[in-house]
């Protein structure tokens, strides 16, 4: 059975950073390209970014030069580092995997075959 679990969500203040990581079993994640994804309180999933199995990455525009996504496939994880959190940013954030590639259409989150149940994090001073 596969799981993602996410992990690393907390409370920070504005400016702050927080790492968050996403946890495979049941499946190797080097051969995975894996997303993160963030829901809002009351608003729609919306994609942060993307990272396929052979490297190439993608963000969504608010994504770039704040967050990153990196792998340690040895530990199965991967995670996301976000810098300059505002307060906007306060969402359940949740990963993603799927076999080998983003795709064209990663952002829809329309092609991810497993997720995780994510976790909280919260920009408030």
């Known amino acids: 059975q596969v799981q993602l679990v996410e992990s690393g969500g907390d409370l920070v203040q504005p400016g702050g950073s927080l790492r968050l990581s996403c946890v495979g079993s049941g499946l190797t994640i080097a051969d995975y390209a894996v997303g993160w994804f963030r829901q809002a309180p009351g608003k729609e999933r919306e994609a942060v970014l993307c990272?396929?199995?052979?490297?190439?990455?993608f963000y969504s525009d608010f994504a770039k030069g704040r967050f990153t996504i990196a792998r340690d496939n040895a530990e199965n994880t991967v995670y996301l580092q976000m810098n300059n959190l505002k307060p906007k940013d306060t969402a359940v954030y949740l990963c993603a995997a799927d076999y080998y590639s983003c795709g064209s259409s990663w952002d829809t989150g329309k092609y991810f075959e497993f997720w995780g149940q994510g976790t909280l994090v919260t920009i408030s001073a």
């Open positions: 990272m396929s199995s052979y490297g190439p990455k």
